[in-house]
């Protein structure tokens, strides 16, 4: 029999091939130095709200905890994972200044109507159905991190400077204990079949 993290990751991976095939066309492409500042900006409009949605969880599930046991269990997790993803969105324009880029121009560009969607379908999801949603949004974030290495490809590719890629680099080596931690908590909830197609629904 299949574990909830089990059935989460057979949804995604439906997806996933796609995703990767259309990436893949991104970083082995003859634009992939011009296109790697213009990740790291929009990389850091998305990131930048992993805080704050984890925070926005957290608040929902302690008003929900009394008397219900998955937004109960879902307290503890949140609070200890928010701080660990504090700063995340600091690493990206650390990464773009390095090659040259412009800090001041990426934190204030007006974001991209997919991002807000993104973003925003979490907050609606999270506040008016049950905050278990946004396991499925970090499904994603956490669980296809970037490969060991996949940093220094894109340094050979792109000719940039090594401090062009710490995020990545960090990130390489920290989801791998993020998604482990993550999967072990889906498994570890009580979810009926809402709880799973409302993290389905929000990973896809």
Request: aromatic share 8%; hydrophobic share 45%; net charge negative.
């Amino acid at each position: 029999m299949t574990t909830a993290s089990e059935r989460l990751r057979a949804k995604l991976q439906l997806a996933y091939p796609l995703l990767q095939v259309t990436a893949e066309k991104i970083w082995s492409g003859p634009r992939v130095r011009e296109l790697y500042p213009v990740y790291l900006a929009t990389m850091h409009g998305i990131v930048r709200s992993a805080v704050p949605l984890i925070n926005a969880a957290a608040d929902r599930a302690r008003e929900l905890a009394p008397g219900d046991p998955v937004a109960a269990a879902l307290v503890p997790y949140f609070e200890h994972h928010g701080p660990e993803e504090a700063g995340h969105d600091i690493w990206l324009l650390e990464d773009l200044e390095a090659l040259g880029g412009d800090r001041e121009a990426a934190e204030n560009q007006l974001p991209a109507g997919r991002v807000a969607a993104l973003v925003g379908a979490q907050y609606y999801w999270l506040r008016h159905v049950h905050p278990v949603a946004l396991l499925g949004h970090m499904a994603v974030v956490e669980g296809y991190s970037p490969d060991v290495g996949f940093s220094n490809r894109l340094q050979e590719a792109t000719g940039y400077p090594p401090d062009a890629f710490r995020a990545i680099r960090r990130h390489e080596r920290l989801d791998i204990r993020h998604k482990r931690e993550l999967y072990e908590t889906i498994d570890a909830l009580a979810l009926d079949e809402s709880h799973e197609a409302l993290m389905g629904l929000s990973g896809l």
